[in-house]
């Protein structure tokens, strides 16, 4: 699977270069973006753009990969996303907060969680 991949200090944005995320690319979704070295340490965005429609699973292989950095003690969010997609994935879990319709809001919201994460380990 082809991705774009921008890094910066503490964020990787990712952007899968796909119309449609399926059953047949959802596996090599989720490995991709996990197994980047670009990953280690780093908060997530991902930038759905280019993706127009995914089936179920692959809303699940989104939200995989959006919990897996919450998991990793990181953040994620999600742009770009058209109207139908982020219906859908706020019908298969409402737990994930963190649509953002630009990406400097993404960005906004990212960093922030990093900060709050940062003053609470400093209170530690």
Do not use: W
């Amino acid at each position: 699977m082809k991705f774009k991949i921008d890094t910066k200090e503490k964020i990787v944005v990712i952007s899968p270069e796909i119309s449609e995320l399926n059953a047949n690319l959802a596996a090599p979704f989720i490995t991709g973006i996990s197994e980047l070295p670009e990953m280690e340490g780093r908060n997530l965005i991902l930038d759905m753009a280019l993706v127009e429609k995914a089936d179920d699973i692959g809303i699940q292989a989104i939200l995989t990969v959006y919990h897996q950095q919450y998991d990793s003690a990181l953040s994620c969010a999600i742009t770009g996303l058209n109207s139908a997609l982020t219906l859908l994935i706020k019908q298969a879990d409402e737990t994930v907060y963190n649509l953002a319709p630009t990406m400097t809001e993404a960005i906004d919201l990212v960093m922030m969680e990093d900060l709050e994460r940062e003053l609470l380990q400093d209170e530690e």
